[in-house]
C-alpha cells in the first residue's frame, strides 16, 4: 500500500474536487492492477509529487521503468497525446496507455 503525503492529497482535492478524491480512494487498486500487469518489484514513490503519482520500479520485461498515474483531467489526456506523437530516444516510451 502506497502512502501518499498529506500535502499531494490536499492538491488533487482543491483542484478536481470529489473526481480526485474518488482517484485518490483508488490509487492503490490502480498501482496494484499495473504491478501485476507489469511484474512490478522494487517499487518506490516519488518524493517530490506535484499533480502525478510517480513509481520508480523494476520491470521482468522492460526492466527500471517509471510508472506514471496522471490525475484526472485534460492535461494528462494531453500528455499521453504527446508521447504518442513523438517516437525518438530523446522521449519517454509508453508500454501502456
Known amino acids: ?9 490536499e492538491n488533487v482535492i482543491n ?5 480526485g478524491e474518488e482517484w485518490l480512494n483508488s490509487i492503490n487498486e490502480i498501482i496494484e492492477k499495473y504491478k501485476k500487469q507489469f511484474n512490478l518489484s522494487n517499487i518506490k514513490l516519488e518524493d517530490n509529487l506535484s499533480m ?3 513509481i520508480y520500479a523494476n520491470s521482468s520485461e522492460h526492466g527500471e521503468v517509471v510508472l506514471k498515474i496522471g490525475t484526472p483531467g485534460e492535461t494528462t489526456i494531453n ?15 509508453c508500454y501502456y496507455i
Open 1 to 9: 500500500m502506497i502512502q501518499l503525503p498529506k500535502e499531494f492529497k
Open 15 to 19: 483542484r478536481y474536487g470529489k473526481i
Open 52 to 54: 502525478n503519482i510517480l
Open 79 to 93: 500528455e499521453i497525446n504527446y508521447l504518442r506523437q513523438y517516437s525518438s530516444k530523446y522521449f519517454a516510451k
